[in-house]
């Protein structure tokens, strides 16, 4: 393959960004999980690669999805946790075009429906949140009235943190989330006009974005694979001349491409429906390449010293803790369902994936 | 020289969204115009069982054959990607289009590529009117995955070569008109070595074709066995015992293409059609649709890749491959479930559901088998 990644745009400002993100972490200690304070994360902050997509009239470096994807990508295959972009970005997104600043301590919250808003008060029970600290305030989609019918009127709400309001946990991976409980919680109501399309594009960027995540952890997972059936030899021969081995092997890489492909596209198009596929493709990959990658590095990639483990651990943490295969696809499919010109038309809804469709 | 053929509009021409945008739906306005006659009914695997040399002649006077093939033999001189948008809506339609199908995929190419000027002027300008059916030989009976064991053998004689062997597997070698043969001509060296490729012209005397029914009786494999069949040295395509080097680029332009994931879309169509409200099935029909995008676009980036003219990647070629050709083989099973979960199937329906059973063996075999393609990935792996 020109590179193992022939599915992904061979572009030198892209492996740049990459190399500048990996150089910017490379002083942390493995299984970190980096804190505001710490000065890998201040040094990233003075870098902006924390904004990095958010444009320039909102105060950030600007980028293409592409750019987004790829900084995500690389700090998923490095062995140090910190939020990296997404806090940014959702917040943008849920921001839309309100004339409202993208301070960092702004943390977004994307609730699988959105919390009720009753006489300026909001009560949900939101689990999973990262939780990195640094947090002052949340921004949270609320619909005004309880009868959740199809005349509610969307809002997005700002509220300030309150610390007893969270409860903090850690993830498979080992990275800090929480479950906040909001009971009756004042807020500060930001825009009056939003709708359910408008949150399924959020939704779509937070897909993709975990989408992108899982590929940069599944090509460190291959890449791990590949070198250990190179070097372990048993019955004589190194484990890559094994027949066997090399059709797991094969699997893993043609998981990890599809992936690739996947996010490629959606990077591309910037169409919610493909960026749903991302996300279900790359959660299929996880379950795939993470048993096939523990199966052919046998009993060293269950111990807690060997790398395999941290990467893995991540394929099943990000893929659980959103139930991404199940989720993904019904919001793919909820897409498909609302655009009437191509329901039922397999073919064109394909097409419609790319951004395009056949015009009635 | 020809005149620029076909109705490629200056637009089509262009590289961008747009122009291959403008290709699809002419392509698309051809083929309703070709099912509102009444000249074909979608049939899944088409490219291959899909046999119409009327068909073919009239998507060539579209400019749709060869349309990778320079103007002066006749071709539209357009990209890979051009003719990748043809060739998807074909195939998605199920549209007959075994009659050129190897010429058009890759004869034409690899006589361009090595050809004689001689040979590319007799036989290209004719792929590009879909006018000449060619037959591949290349499996024998002892020699399938493991290619390089072919037996057939051409010995050098005055003007040419002298054949005697047997090929298998190769498609409509009984209704073509000429046929492919990779023969050894030289014993000495590895076995990859002293392997070339000759054009026989069909019929011939000294040529048997004889039929191999598939599973369903029909028959549109063949035995070939050829005895002192005399091959002209002009029909030598390419370099004397450079075959294998050639073959091996041919398989990649014959693996990457849209074939390797869509040969089961006439049928995933009509059922999903048959969805359509069925909200219990929305699950199924998702995950479907999430895995074609993704393989329609690594398709497609093989294809751009080879844009500039240049071969397709092995590598990526066979990840398409093994992982498109699978997905088929698994969306049959899931057309059966689909079908039967929404109504009793059409008479046409039924037609497709067969189909789809019957051809599904040879998808994850023809053109390189599964195992093969993961071997040639994991290697390159450890590289």
């Known amino acids: 393959m020109s590179g193992r990644d022939f599915f992904w745009p061979d572009d030198p400002d892209l492996r740049v960004l990459a190399d500048s993100v990996r150089e910017s972490v490379s002083a942390a200690e493995r299984g970190a999980v980096l804190a505001p304070d710490n000065d890998i994360w201040q040094r990233w902050i003075a870098m902006e690669f924390d904004r990095v997509g958010l444009p320039e009239r909102f105060g950030g470096p600007g980028g293409t999805l592409h750019d987004v994807v790829t900084v995500e990508m690389t700090l998923a295959a490095v062995p140090v946790s910190l939020p990296a972009l997404a806090t940014t970005v959702l917040t943008h997104e849920l921001l839309g075009d309100l004339d409202h600043p993208r301070e960092r301590g ?11 808003l009753v006489d300026g ?10 939780w990195y600290g640094g947090t002052s305030s ?39 989330r929480a479950r906040l409980d909001l009971r009756e919680r004042r807020v500060t109501v ?53 027949p066997v081995v090399q059709q797991g092997l094969a699997e893993i890489a043609e998981q990890v491409s599809a992936a690739l492909a996947a996010l490629d596209l959606a990077a591309r198009t910037g169409h919610a429906g493909q960026a749903f596929a991302a ?65 039922g038309d397999l073919w064109a809804a394909v097409e419609a994936l790319r951004g395009s469709g056949r015009p009635a | 020289m020809s005149p620029p053929r076909g109705n490629a509009t200056e637009h089509e021409r262009v590289i961008t969204p747009e122009a291959f945008e403008q290709l699809r739906l002419r392509t ?27 068909f073919s002649r009239r998507l060539a006077a579209q400019g749709m054959v060869g349309m990778t093939l320079p103007e002066r033999f006749g071709g539209a001189g357009l990209t890979a990607l051009h003719r990748f948008v043809v060739i998807e809506e074909l195939l998605a339609a199920g549209a007959p289009l075994a009659a050129h199908w190897f010429a058009e995929r890759q004869v034409g190419p690899a006589m361009m590529r ?58 409509n070698a009984h209704r073509c008109d000429a046929i492919v043969v990779l023969a050894r001509t030289s014993d000495e060296g590895r076995k990859h070595a002293g392997l070339t490729q000759l054009v026989v012209r069909l019929p011939d005397p000294t040529v048997t074709v004889s039929p191999i029914q598939s599973i369903d009786g029909q028959h549109h494999f063949n035995e070939v066995v050829f005895e002192d069949t005399l091959v002209g040295k002009n029909d030598v395509l390419g370099t004397v015992g450079a075959g294998w080097r050639q073959v091996v680029g041919e398989l990649a332009f014959e693996r990457s293409g849209p074939e390797r994931y869509l040969s089961t879309m006439p049928l995933l169509r009509a059922v999903v059609a048959k969805t359509n409200g069925r909200h219990d099935l929305d699950r199924a029909v998702a995950d479907l649709l999430s895995h074609i995008s993704t393989l329609r676009h690594m398709s497609e980036q093989v294809a751009r890749s080879m844009s500039d003219g240049s071969a397709p990647d092995p590598v990526a070629a066979s990840v398409v491959k093994d992982l498109g050709t699978r997905l088929e083989v698994e969306t049959v099973d899931l057309a059966h479930r689909l079908a039967r979960a929404v109504d009793t199937p059409s008479p046409r329906l039924t037609r497709l559901l067969r189909e789809a059973r019957v051809q599904a063996p040879g998808f994850t075999i023809r053109g390189g088998a599964s195992e093969i393609l993961r071997a040639i990935i994991a290697k390159e792996l450890v590289r």
């Not at chain 1, 997005?156 to 800090?176: C, F, H, M, T, Y």
């Open chain 1, 106 to 116: 702004l943390l977004p919250l994307l609730p699988q429906r959105p919390a009720p």
């Open chain 1, 121 to 130: 008060r909001v009560t949900a029970r939101i689990d999973g949140v990262w």
């Open chain 1, 138 to 176: 949340l921004l949270l989609p609320v619909v005004l009235g309880l009868d959740g019918g199809s005349a509610q009127a969307w809002s997005l709400a700002r509220l300030d943190i309150d610390e007893k309001d969270v409860v903090v946990s850690e993830n498979l991976a080992g990275e800090p």
């Open chain 1, 190 to 242: 930001l825009d009056a006009h939003w709708a359910l399309s408008r949150y399924r594009k959020v939704q779509a960027t937070a897909v993709l974005l975990t989408a992108a995540r899982l590929v940069g952890a599944l090509r460190e997972v291959r890449d791990l694979t590949v070198t250990y059936v190179a070097e372990r030899r048993q019955f004589d021969r190194p484990l890559a001349v094994h």
């Open chain 1, 279 to 343: 996300g279900h493709r790359a959660a299929e990959a996880a379950g795939v390449v993470a048993r096939l990658s523990h199966q052919l590095q046998g009993a060293m990639g269950t111990s807690r010293e060997y790398p395999l483990g941290l990467y893995t651990r991540r394929l099943w943490a990000w893929t659980d803790e959103t139930d991404l295969v199940e989720r993904s696809l019904a919001l793919l499919q909820q897409e498909v369902n609302e655009r009437t010109e191509v329901r």
């Open chain 2, 28 to 54: 698309r306005r051809f083929i309703d115009e070709e099912l509102a006659a009444g000249h074909f009914e979608p049939q899944c695997d088409s490219w291959l069982i899909g046999f119409d040399r009327e």
């Open chain 2, 114 to 171: 090595y050809g004689s000027e001689d040979m590319q002027k007799e036989w290209l300008p004719r792929i590009a009117r879909g006018e000449v059916c060619f037959a591949i030989g290349l499996s024998e009976p002892d020699a399938g995955s493991d290619l390089a064991a072919v037996r057939t053998r051409a010995e050098p004689v005055e003007g040419g070569f002298r054949l005697h062997g047997t090929k298998i597997w190769s498609s």
